[in-house]
């Protein structure tokens, strides 16, 4: 409706009537005899005498007809103008027509835009919400993830934590996209009617590159038997854009009573619920059969005491999330290690479960690396949570690798940093 009246606004000046009363040739269209030297009445009576007046200045012929516009223009007590006119101001107004083109044009091209949304950018998810699918026939649970800004440290990398969470919500997801989600923490219909939920006891992780920030992740999950009560799960991390393998991981299951805390072995009706999905095939890493020894004040090189659970570390079984173990034992690392290394695998054995009025230490030591010097090598370390009244909570085995130790020439650039800093 802007656009038309804008419109007529412009081409009613291009087609006003000679004052001379010459004739205007048939492809010229005629001028209609509504119009006078002073604006545009409309053809029909009935329509009301509404007037418009026209400011623009018309071309002073159309196909080879002369008009007598700018004269015509002029009212009666018009003075006549003492300034040549030009090119420029004899042409006619075309803000009014260009406006509503542009309004028109802008509002389109908002809709379009919100009608038909499309990825922009190639790397750019089919998936860009997370939510996770069942692939391969039912058995293998996909989810991407985006790190986001507040998941990555001084680094610029996603922090072991934040791996290790997405490995975790993968494995419910795997639960509750197969349709096998109870009341309880992951728990199917059949473990909560007996009160039973799933704990984890042992865990081994090795990060072959840590994703940085704004980088999408794909994580895939599934599930197999581990002996007779228990229940293994494998993890593969991938690059979304490289397609590099990130992360492997691989985990034993065994179920416990909610109410008396003990271990259980696994129902047969649980075991119908979850037996359709297990794949047979060997773990994604083979399992580290060092035996993790046994640490106290005496062998550890390093202690921290007076650790205690906020609110915010307990699952929905409260008890502290088995991630919250991983940072405990990250930070009682040595410094220099911390600031030289970054986490390449790690081997979890879970001993006790830890409550929100648990008071732990930390123990570590070394036995890699120089006693924990600034170097170019790799470092291992092991680790024990302890209550303070002494029963242990997690053993733990940690490597280490230079930084950048995946990029080539950054192990010199390291050492040579390293000496500089000693110096």
């Known amino acids: 409706m802007v656009a038309t009246a804008a419109t007529s606004a412009f081409f009613a000046v291009a087609s006003l009537q000679p004052e001379s009363g010459a004739k205007t040739s048939g492809k010229g269209g005629g001028v209609p005899s509504t119009v006078d030297a002073r604006g545009i009445k409309s053809k029909s009576a009935s329509s009301g005498s509404l007037q418009v007046r026209t400011n623009a200045q018309a071309p002073s012929k159309v196909n080879g007809t002369k008009f007598g516009v700018v004269e015509g223009l002029k009212g009666e007590n018009d003075t006549p103008s003492h300034h040549e006119r030009t090119i420029i101001n004899q042409l006619p107004d075309w803000s009014m027509l260009l406006a509503a083109i542009t309004t028109i044009f802008l509002a389109a091209e908002k809709q379009w835009m919100m009608l038909d949304w499309k990825p922009r950018r190639p790397d750019m998810l089919t998936d860009p919400f997370g939510l996770g699918k069942i692939v391969q026939d039912g058995l293998v649970f996909s989810q991407n993830f985006s790190i986001r800004s507040y998941e990555v440290g001084a680094d610029r990398t996603a922090s072991i934590e934040t791996l290790m969470n997405h490995l975790q919500e993968t494995a419910l997801n795997h639960v509750k996209g197969a349709g096998l989600l109870g009341d309880g923490f992951g728990a199917t219909p059949e473990m909560c009617k007996k009160n039973l939920i799933w704990v984890v006891t042992k ?18 999950s599934w599930v197999a038997a581990s002996g007779k009560n228990g229940m293994r799960r494998d993890w593969i991390v991938h690059d979304c854009k490289t397609g590099d393998i990130l992360t492997r991981a691989s985990s034993v299951w065994v179920m416990m009573n909610k109410e008396t805390r003990r271990l259980s072995k696994i129902p047969d009706e649980v075991r119908v619920e ?6 047979d095939s ?7 059969s060092r035996k993790l020894p046994k640490l106290n004040e005496s062998t550890a090189d390093y202690i921290r005491t007076g650790l205690t659970p906020k609110r915010s570390d307990l699952d929905v079984n409260l008890h502290v999330n088995n991630v919250k173990y991983v940072g405990w034992i990250v930070e009682s690392a040595p410094p220099p290690i911390l600031e030289s290394h970054e986490l390449s695998s790690l081997t979890l054995e879970y001993r006790r479960e830890c409550g929100r009025d648990s008071v732990l230490q930390s123990l570590t030591k070394v036995s890699g690396g120089g006693g924990g010097s600034v170097d170019s090598g790799y470092v291992e370390c092991e680790h024990m949570l302890l209550l303070e009244d002494g029963p242990e909570i997690l053993k733990a085995r940690t490597e280490w690798r230079p930084k950048y130790a995946n990029i080539p020439g950054s192990l010199g650039q390291l050492s040579e940093l390293s000496v500089a800093e000693s110096a």
């Open 274 to 279: 979850i037996g359709p999905y297990f794949v």
């Open 282 to 288: 060997p773990p994604v890493l083979d399992e580290d």
């Open 203 to 220: 865990m081994h992780v090795v990060v072959d590159r840590y994703p940085t920030w704004g980088d999408v992740v794909q994580v895939n």
